[in-house]
């Protein structure tokens, strides 16, 4: 395994991070494919003795718990100073909203109940989930800024953004002294491109690290056109981001496959070997132990430079799909109920 500084903090991360959205009581999420404690358990162990350092989930994922999965396993497994861990908090409920729970509240509720859930006393990196348009952006960089002074997440991290919300977050928090995004966790794959055209800029220019998820576009990259999977065949929310696209898409993955049989490796560790190209640390989720064995032994894997334009080169720009899709003030508040099951979260 490798490791790298994330971005502008100083949390020395591995390549890979492994995500953990499949993990979770399905009785408590919209997935009827995510893992039991049991199963969980056994990735993430796999993933620690491969050197994986570096967790992502979220309060969101299966009503919390998917976080709490983790923390024991996390508790068990692995020293707590030898590990990053980073969770994402929700916009705002209309019902804390009609309440009159301010943005700095809230954050303070979401991040308590997180921590609950993971047995922590803090996170590593705390990350904003998708853009509140109902809340003032003042609200929110200075409840994470608050948070962050408490001791409660050492950095923060923002994710299904724009370019210039990002850059605009971040110039207030300079501006009032508040702490800045040092990682941006946005839609980003080998068929899937869009964070080209100004994301990757700005990341590049202010040193912010890129850490996407969708790295296997729902496991569409992994197997060759025509192949499917109970979750290709039950994930709503990918086949919303990416059936529209298949036609094209195809031709990428059909180029994938061939360089994969070419070089005797999985197709898996060919499309992450190109993403590890252009990012610090893709998410990549793992329900089964050889989807987080092949993302490791991707970090060793090097393409030339001609197999990289070769990929590269059957891409037509996509539309905005998924969250970003909905990234409009009354479209999110669809994309918020959709991607939390329209469940409750009770916080302390």
């Known amino acids: 395994m490798q ?27 919209q997935h009827s494919w ?9 990735i993430i162990r796999r993933g620690l003795e491969l050197g994986v350092n570096f967790f992502d989930t979220a309060i969101g994922y299966q009503s919390g718990t998917s976080e709490q999965y983790l923390g024991r396993a996390l508790k068990d497994f692995a020293k707590r100073e030898d590990v990053v861990v980073a969770t994402k908090f929700l916009p705002r409920t209309r019902e804390e909203i009609e309440g009159g729970i301010s943005g700095q509240q809230h954050i303070e509720r979401m991040v308590n109940t997180s921590l609950k859930n993971l ?31 408490a001791g409660k997440a050492r950095y923060i991290g923002i994710s299904n953004c724009f370019a210039y919300q990002l850059a605009k977050a971040n110039a207030l928090a300079e501006k009032e002294g508040f702490a800045k995004f040092v990682s941006i966790q946005g839609h980003y794959n080998l068929i899937f491109r869009e964070e080209e055209r100004e994301m990757a800029k700005l990341c590049a220019e202010d040193n912010i690290a890129m850490t996407p998820y969708s790295s296997l576009a729902g496991g569409r990259l992994s197997k060759h056109p025509g192949e499917t999977s109970k979750r290709l065949l039950e ?11 298949a036609a094209q898409d195809n031709v990428i993955i059909g180029r994938v496959a061939e360089l994969a049989e070419k070089r005797c490796v999985t197709m898996t560790e060919i499309f992450l070997a190109w993403l590890l190209t252009k990012v610090t640390a893709p998410v990549v989720g793992a329900t089964k132990l050889h989807h987080i064995e092949g993302a490791a032994k991707a970090v060793e894997l090097t393409l030339t430079e001609e197999e990289i334009a070769w990929l590269e080169e059957a891409y037509v720009p996509h539309r905005l799909v998924g969250v970003m899709a909905q990234n409009t003030p009354a479209a999110a508040r669809e994309a918020h109920v959709w991607s939390t099951g329209d469940q409750k979260i009770e916080t302390v």
């Open 3 to 29: 490791y790298t500084k994330l971005g502008n903090s100083e949390l020395k991360v591995s390549r890979v991070c492994m995500g953990c959205m499949g993990f979770g009581d399905s009785k408590n999420g």
């Open 235 to 245: 994930d709503d929310y990918a086949r919303f981001k990416y059936d529209a696209t």
């Open 119 to 149: 047995g922590l006393d803090h996170v590593d990196l705390y990350i904003y989930h998708m853009w509140d348009y109902e809340t003032p952006l003042y609200d929110i960089m200075d409840g994470l800024n608050r948070i962050v002074k």
């Open 34 to 42: 995510t893992l039991d404690e049991e199963l969980s358990r056994e």
